[in-house]
């Protein structure tokens, strides 16, 4: 009993201690565990990017991947992933502040700024027009962002279709406002995968931007949602089921979330990819019919402003060269073409009452012998074009700067001149500007002023001036400057000494029937204008059946704006169904046939001469007929966007002015 009741006692302490150690022992472990996620939780914070830096973070990988699909990296794949970035930002749950806007703006500069870095290579002028666009086109990043998310979180549409409509309608918008400009497209990547740009022939490069965005937004949905089911980790928390049905569950959610949008994307993908295809096949099956022969000549000479008469001589002994070359190797050419204002002479025109300038009259002459010194200066430098004609033997469409006396001063026009057959060849329409026909000059002469005009007839072996196109769309501060007329002090801003006029009218040169409509320069980076110069022409009916594009691309030393304008090329080419030709200084001198297939193209700042046959085709172009439809619907569903917009803010406002009532608020 004794000894038995101090081991009981002390067993009662040694339980309480153990006990008592126990508690404590529990309590430095939670203590523990509390510290240990307090821990967790200021890493994960650090780790936490803040709105500012993730919208930033986002902007910015997008933007550099589509730089990467861009030329000169050109990696093509690269631009279906980089707009899965933005519409992270699109599909986000919070509102973007404007601080966050002006970030994408900042992002979109940039993205420009490197796009576009051959603008400020011609003059350092034009580095000012540089930074000037690149600020412009800044803006439409985060207006598609902004407008996105309105579609998004307002109107409740998918952010696939929401974001490829927004886009669609924006990279319209960008072809048409402040003279437009459309070159390093989202579409343009993508410039050799055919059969996918055919369905251009339907909706025009601004559609396949929309194919492109539409798959990547459902990228991105896949992406989320798949992020999302491994987030929740709900299979690896549950013990009642097998591991081969956590495996069959993991499965079925994966199809479900995932699967759909995926699924989605590969049905428009295929689907545009199998009318492509179908497409393909039909341009192989139509036979071209009164083929033409056709040399493209390119020089390879750097242009800069500061250029001189004596560089302008150079130039035009360099193609007089390669012309006569191309005259050696290739016998029997129909037609030769130069690029953009590479001949050497200047072409003279005139209406049919010039005004006479006042330092004229100063001299003490009178105004007749103006007009005939001025009839035999437009006869002179039409008959250098035919005997340059006679001597290749080929007709000639020449890349000349036109000067021409009208009634209202002297206008200075970027020109391309026709040298034809004098009994089978014409120009249309007829009536336009520059079309007088050769020895039917609009302007009364003296009688003594037509002695020796026809001196140069047995020179020509028929080869006659026919006629001119002028260029109709003219680059901003390259050409010429807005409101030079109005405000003179304006023209210090450039060092042009000139202002280019724009020309009227498209024309079309017939070659033995075939119709070829030139363009000069970028005016084939605006799709609407290559569109309305055809249908214009269909009108009158003379619809071409070949276009050929004169550049002059010298001026951005063989950088990545020569890859750039070549795209440009290729999706007028899908656009109108029709071959497109380019005579390019410098390069890149192409032959593109009606699918957008580059069939031969010259070096970079290299010489090459280019031969290639063309003629009539009956393929045909939906776009070209109703490529307004389109345009329209993806201009207007901004435009319904924004006005949404507009419209529910107007509605907060009215009803937070009302007396004691809730206004509810909105994402933005």
Not at 329 to 352: H, K, N
Request: proline share 5%.
């Amino acid at each position: 009993m004794t000894s038995g009741g101090p081991k009981r006692l002390r067993l009662a302490k040694m339980g309480r201690s153990d006990g008592s150690t126990g508690a404590t022992s529990h309590r430095h472990h939670s203590r523990g565990k509390n510290v240990a996620s307090e821990k967790n939780r200021a890493w994960k914070s650090r780790l936490a990017l803040s709105a500012d830096r993730q919208t930033f973070l986002l902007a910015a990988i997008g933007a550099v991947l589509l730089w990467m699909a861009l030329p000169p990296l050109d990696v093509a794949p690269l631009a279906w992933v980089g707009p899965c970035f933005w519409c992270a930002l699109i599909g986000r749950s919070q509102p973007l502040k404007t601080r966050e806007y002006l970030i994408l703006a900042g992002v979109g500069f940039a993205f420009w700024m490197a796009a576009l870095h051959w603008l400020r290579l011609p003059h350092w002028a034009t580095s000012f027009g540089w930074v000037a666009l690149s600020f412009y086109l800044a803006w439409y990043l985060p207006c598609f962002i902004g407008f996105s998310r309105i579609a998004v979180h307002l109107c409740r549409i998918p952010i696939p279709a929401a974001a490829a409509t927004i886009w669609a309608g924006l990279e319209v918008a960008r072809a048409h406002l402040l003279t437009g400009f459309t070159m390093a497209s989202l579409a343009h990547t993508q410039y050799r995968w055919l059969s996918l740009i055919q369905v251009a022939d339907l909706v025009g490069t601004y559609g396949v931007g929309w194919v492109m965005i539409l798959v990547s937004g459902c990228l991105y949905l896949a992406a989320q949602r798949m992020a999302e089911f491994h987030r929740a980790g709900a299979y690896q928390r549950s013990n009642e089921v097998s591991s081969d049905a956590i495996s069959a569950k993991k499965l079925t959610r994966y199809v479900l979330a995932a699967g759909r949008p995926l699924m989605a994307a590969g049905v428009v993908l295929g689907a545009v990819v199998v009318y492509g295809h179908y497409r393909l096949v039909v341009h192989a099956a139509t036979p071209q019919t009164s083929t033409v022969r056709v040399a493209l000549i390119q020089g390879s000479q750097d242009i800069r402003l500061e250029d001189g008469e004596e560089k302008r001589e150079r130039i035009h002994r360099h193609y007089l060269e390669l012309a006569f070359l191309a005259a050696r190797q290739y016998r029997d050419l129909d037609l030769m073409v130069w690029p953009e204002t590479v001949y050497g002479g200047l072409l003279i025109d005139a209406d049919s009452h010039p005004a006479v300038p006042p330092e004229w009259r100063a001299k003490g002459k009178t105004d007749h012998e103006f007009v005939d010194q001025l009839v035999a200066a437009k006869r002179s430098s039409q008959a250098a074009m035919e005997r340059l004609a006679s001597q290749l033997a080929s007709r000639l469409i020449l890349g000349v700067e036109t000067v021409a006396y009208t009634g209202s001063g002297i206008r200075y026009y970027n020109s391309a001149a026709f040298v034809g057959k004098c009994s089978t060849d014409e120009v249309f329409p007829k009536s336009a500007n520059g079309g007088a026909t050769n020895r039917r000059d609009s302007i009364s002469v003296s009688p003594g002023a037509s002695e020796g005009a026809t001196h140069h007839s047995s020179e020509t072996k028929g080869y006659c001036y026919l006629g001119r196109y002028d260029k109709m769309h003219l680059v901003m501060f390259g050409e010429y400057v807005p409101f030079a007329d109005e405000f003179p002090p304006m023209r210090y801003l450039t060092p042009l000494s000139t202002n280019t006029t724009p020309g009227k009218v498209p024309k079309a040169f017939s070659v033995r029937g075939v119709r070829f409509c030139p363009n000069i320069c970028f005016e084939s980076v605006i799709p609407h204008l290559i569109r309305q110069q055809i249908l214009e022409l269909r009108k009158h009916g003379t619809e071409p059946d070949v276009l050929v594009n004169l550049t002059n691309d010298g001026w951005f030393w063989g950088s990545s704006e020569l890859d750039m304008h070549l795209i440009c090329g290729v999706f007028r080419a899908v656009e109108t169904r029709k071959p497109f030709l380019i005579a390019a200084n410098t390069g890149f001198s192409a032959v593109i046939d009606a699918t957008g297939r580059i069939l031969s193209q010259g070096p970079r700042r290299d010489v090459a001469i280019l031969v290639t046959e063309v003629g009539k085709s009956d393929f045909h172009s939906w776009y070209l007929d109703y490529g307004i439809i389109p345009n329209t619907i993806f201009v207007s569903a901004v435009v319904l966007v924004v006005a949404v917009e507009i419209l529910l803010r107007a509605i907060d406002r009215f009803w937070k002015r009302l007396p004691k009532s809730k206004g509810t608020t909105r994402q933005g």
